[in-house]
Nanobody, 130 residues
Framework: QVQLVESGGGLVQAGGSLRLSCAASGRTDRSYHTGWFRQAPGKERELVGAINWSGRSTYYADSVKGRFTISRDNSKNTVYLQMNSLKPDDTGVYYC???????????????????????WGQGTQVTVST
């Protein structure tokens, strides 16, 4: 079992930046693929971006490409989501999630399906005002 705790959310004006952190505890003797999802009121949870277990492969949704960056520090068991040029449409609860790798390949892509992610944090609210 691994426990995930997000932090760094808050209220920011459009055009501003936030950095979210996802700290893992528990079974951290191995690395996991990590996904960042968000859920806006009345909408389904969507994948914003993901990073594979080694940090060598990332994925970004088209809506955030060029504005958001995911990174990880496995020595600290922490994954970061740097969000720049924020827009009101970025508002929502942001969740980090972890998936067990199926391969030891350092270049394997992180999963994009919500169902692949077995572990979830409690979420952190991000609100972008106009």
């Amino acid at each position: 079992q691994v426990q995930l705790v997000e932090s760094g959310g808050g209220l920011v004006q459009a055009g501003g930046s936030l950095r979210l952190s996802c700290a893992a505890s528990g079974r951290t003797d191995r690395s996991y693929h990590t996904g960042w999802f968000r859920q806006a009121p009345g909408k389904e949870r969507e994948l914003v971006g993901a990073i594979n277990w080694s940090g060598r492969s990332t994925y970004y949704a088209d809506s955030v490409k060029g504005r958001f960056t995911i990174s990880r520090d496995n020595s600290k068991n922490t994954v970061y989501l740097q969000m720049n040029s924020l827009k009101p449409d970025d508002t929502g609860v942001y969740y980090c999630s972890a998936a067990l790798p199926l391969s030891a390949d350092t270049l394997t892509d992180p999963p994009r399906s919500l169902r692949r992610y077995a572990y979830w944090g409690q979420g952190t609210q991000v609100t972008v005002s106009t």
